[in-house]
Nanobody, 122 residues
Framework: VQLQASGGGLVQAGESLRLSCKAT????????VAWFRQAPGKEREGVSC????????WYADSVKGRFTISRDNANNTVWLQMNNLKPEDTAVYYC????????????????WGQGTLVTVSS
């Protein structure tokens, strides 16, 4: 089982990135998936999550209106479209999966990808 997060990079404030979380070894369509991030010196925080069907989503207040989570179960992939990036979005972004309903709490997730670094310069 592997969750491969990718798509991070260095961008300027106001620009966009799209992160992807590709699952191998499992069928992702039975799992809720979330994105978390951890900035230097800070605790990991929930960014967004999506239900197994894609019908329910949640966003942290700090990213609402700027980030969009989506999924393509046929391709075992979840994306996080990040627009109008801000320096405070700089962090390592992780994707994680869980059975059942999505959750904003990291302890609910049982498998994590390795993370991808997003750096936003001002």
């Amino acid at each position: 089982v592997q969750l491969q997060a990718s798509g991070g990079g260095l961008v300027q404030a106001g620009e966009s990135l799209r992160l992807s979380c590709k699952a191998t070894g499992i069928t992702l369509d039975v799992f809720a998936v979330a994105w978390f991030r951890q900035a230097p010196g800070k605790e990991r925080e929930g960014v967004s999550c999506i239900s197994s069907s894609g019908g329910d989503t949640w966003y942290a207040d700090s990213v609402k209106g700027r980030f969009t989570i989506s999924r393509d179960n046929a391709n075992n992939t979840v994306w996080l479209q990040m627009n109008n990036l801000k320096p405070e979005d700089t962090a390592v972004y992780y994707c994680a999966k869980k059975e059942g309903r999505g959750s904003r709490y990291e302890t609910a997730y049982d498998y994590w990808g390795q993370g991808t670094l997003v750096t936003v310069s001002s």
